[in-house]
């Protein structure tokens, strides 16, 4: 799992600079925690606003961040001038996402040419305690010829 | 599909008591468009604060929509004194969400005592042109005896 | 859903020939029962030796047909000289399958030149009555130049 | 992982006895390789009559040892006068199922009263070499006071 060599010497920063055009991890309060090749974690502290009815992070927004941090942890492994494309994922929802802080963590299983699978966990935080809450299997596509971030003139 | 029966009279009430209290749809925008039994559709207008690194409303928020209208639909089916709780889904991504608008429609397709299979689309709506953006397959279940909203005193 | 225009004007023969090539649909006892551009419905009577502990049908035969009829509804949009590859498919298995005869029908919802998203449902029918009993989201990939059944010289 | 404790003292007997009645099972040639609690492993010698159009395994047969490996990996932890019913699952087919040899290895993530999440490896041998071909996310359900297989009188 940790085997991973990129194919692209600037990863990390390709990594950062895409999540920062994620307006909407902005908008929830999430950031990258940890990054290696075809791995990826997210952090996201607990927030009032972003609950479904019982006062739990909404499952969408639990997907939200399993969702780029599985897809950042794909990207990490693609060559330069390649945008990354979420195929489809799937989400086992295991407990209530309870806690004060989540954290997502991508990790990278099968790296192809076109399609990546990956798998990603979200685990809640509460007081010292870790808790898995969801896991996500995940299909990732790399597009060639067409860079995830535009260069600027 | 339309002949689904509630065993709740307090159905659609119930539906949207819960759906109010579900604070990420004010946060994003989202409210139900459409509601019948076993039918749930959930409208939100794009804004570029929700969106991922190329423009395109993000996946995880494609999938909340997607899954409260799946949830929705199936709570609308169930008992009294029940609550509905997502066990997993499923989402295709087939198309970028660029749009000025999305739908997310949850159709039940099985509706169990426990669990309740419900598929969900989300539709762009870009001009006077939709199309068909993601694709859900959900496993809702029901928790007998757990009031979704407690009452107040 | 029934509009799609095949890109191979020899689809039909290429589904079937690619079909009798699958040995497990001979070993199963399964055959194509109808197949239409963007559709695929295959029929497999019941067999004491294709169950699970209880004596349905294991989910992995329900599975089996679902996945060729999926497989062969994208096929048969998919150009001359390409070939067909499950990416990967999910099944909600909604009541026991148990019945005389088994339908799987493969529906195409999105035709892409790469990826082609296909649902499909399983039937069971026992008497005159007919019985969904597993829905299927599935992702087919189409490799070009690289046909699906091999020239014969 | 390995820390599963099983609720019920005769698990492995019922789980050997349980696999046993699945006809299928015989039917492709599918044995169990290994058992502890929370684990199961099925081995399946790769046969010519079980293949898709390439001469590979089947997707569905891959799925079918996927399927059993993860139910019984659940059913272990389950107690006394229960079934298992597999809810759905999702599989990634991540190279071509190639190989003399197959192993299904069910690894239960998520132990709950009515519901257990568990993912599952299939796994070709080829040579000396292993190669992982599909991945799965499953859901199993419990169903209590209806025991799998039936006292004999």
New interface residues.
């Given amino acids: 799992m940790s085997a991973f060599k990129p194919r692209d010497p600037d990863w990390e920063n390709k990594v950062r600079t ?2 920062a ?4 991890m ?2 929830i309060g999430a950031r990258i925690a940890s990054l290696r090749p075809g791995f990826c974690e997210i952090e996201l502290p607990y927030r ?7 006062g739990f992070l ?4 639990t ?6 941090a599985a897809g950042y942890a794909a990207f990490s492994l693609m060559p330069p001038d390649a ?1 990354v ?11 209530p996402a309870a806690g004060d802080r989540f954290l997502a963590r991508g990790n990278v ?2 790296a ?1 040419r ?2 990546t ?1 990956v ?1 990603a966990e979200v685990i809640a935080e509460q007081g010292g305690e870790r808790k ?1 809450v969801a ?1 996500m ?1 995940a ?1 990732m ?1 790399c597009l060639e010829g067409k860079a ?2 535009p260069e600027r003139g």
């Fill in positions: 895409s999540f055009r994620q307006t909407v902005e908008t009032r606003d972003l609950c479904q009815q019982h909404h499952a969408g927004i997907t939200t961040i399993a969702d780029s945008s494309l979420t195929v489809e994922f799937k989400v086992n929802l295991m407990a299983i099968k192809g076109t399609l699978v798998e898995p896991q299997l299909t596509m995830d971030v």
